[in-house]
């Protein structure tokens, strides 16, 4: 497998929350004689492994990023508590902090500024950092600010773009990001409808199973959404 498909899959593992699969693709990657960390594979691989919620010194060794410590430090630091409900008051100080505290401007620094202004809902500075981005993570996690707005006009706008961009309309985050826009626009046959033609695009994973259970008590469903939320356990 060469780099390319490899990050393809690690992306893939990592927004359905394949947790087991992206550790095994992680540890191939990592054997990849990595020296930078403005690819796109590198900043994936830290969000998963940050999302995962261990002690960054875990992996060093394990993965073989040890020319990558000060980064994956970095996005522990900063990343790692926006996995537990912070306040907005918390989001603010943990920005403060890391404004103070990283002059550095690389990618994931940057990663780490977009992820902490959308955690303060400070979306407008979001949206400055970088307005004619062509990332579709870029674009996703505008999405994500406008699906915390609930905002449906947006998330289609943004949806569109991310379909728009090469590969885009058969991207896993796109996928993901039209099931969202289905059920905030409360349509739900759709949105279940999407979630088989993901699951047969991709992988099945936990994080469909989810949706679908949501999906379906958003429906009245209660009791088949039961039976799918009981694989989970």
Same mark, same amino acid.
């Given at each position: ?5 490899l990050?393809?899959?690690?992306r893939v593992s ?6 087991i699969k992206?550790?095994? &693709?992680?540890k191939e990657?990592s054997?990849m004689?990595m020296?930078?960390?403005?690819s796109?594979?590198l900043?994936?691989?830290y969000?998963a492994l940050v999302?995962?919620?261990n002690?960054?010194t875990k992996?060093?060794?394990? &993965? ?12 522990f630091?900063?990343?790692? $508590?926006?996995?537990k409900q912070?306040?907005?008051? *918390?989001?603010?100080?943990l920005?403060?902090?890391? /404004?103070s505290s990283?002059?550095?401007? =690389? $990618?994931v ?5 977009s992820?902490l202004?959308?955690a303060k809902k400070d979306y ?5 950092l970088?307005? *004619? =981005?062509?990332s579709i993570?870029r ?7 406008f699906?915390? &707005?609930?905002?449906v006009?947006l998330?289609?706008k943004?949806?569109n /773009?991310m379909?728009?961009l $090469?590969g885009? =309309?058969?991207?896993?985050l796109? =996928?993901l990001? *039209?099931i969202?826009?289905?059920?905030y626009?409360r349509?739900?046959?759709d949105a &279940?409808?999407m979630i088989e033609v993901?699951?047969?695009t991709?992988?099945e994973a936990?994080k ?9 008590m958003?429906?009245?469903?209660? /009791?088949?959404?039961q039976?799918?939320?009981s694989?989970?356990q």
């Open positions: 497998m060469d780099e390319s498909d990050v393809y899959q690690l990592f927004h359905l929350g394949n947790n992206v550790i095994e &693709l992680a990657y054997s004689n020296t930078s960390d403005d796109l594979g900043t994936i691989l969000r999302k995962m919620g002690n960054f992996y060093i060794d394990d &993965l073989n990023l040890r020319n990558h410590k000060a980064q994956l430090k970095m996005c630091d900063y990343i790692a $508590p926006l996995n912070v306040t907005t008051e *918390e989001a603010n100080k920005y403060t902090k890391f /404004k990283v002059t550095e401007d =690389s $990618p620094a940057r990663l780490i500024e992820l202004l959308i407008e500075a979001f949206m400055k970088d307005p *004619e =981005s062509k993570e674009w996703g996690m505008l999405f994500q600010c699906m915390q &707005l609930h905002r006009d998330m289609e943004a949806l /773009k379909k728009n $090469p885009g =309309s058969e991207d896993v796109t =996928s990001c *039209e969202y826009h289905k059920i626009a349509k739900y046959e &279940l409808d993901t699951k047969g991709f992988e936990a469909l199973l989810n949706l679908r259970a949501t999906v379906l958003l429906m009245g469903n209660f /009791k088949e959404a039976s799918l939320l694989k989970l």
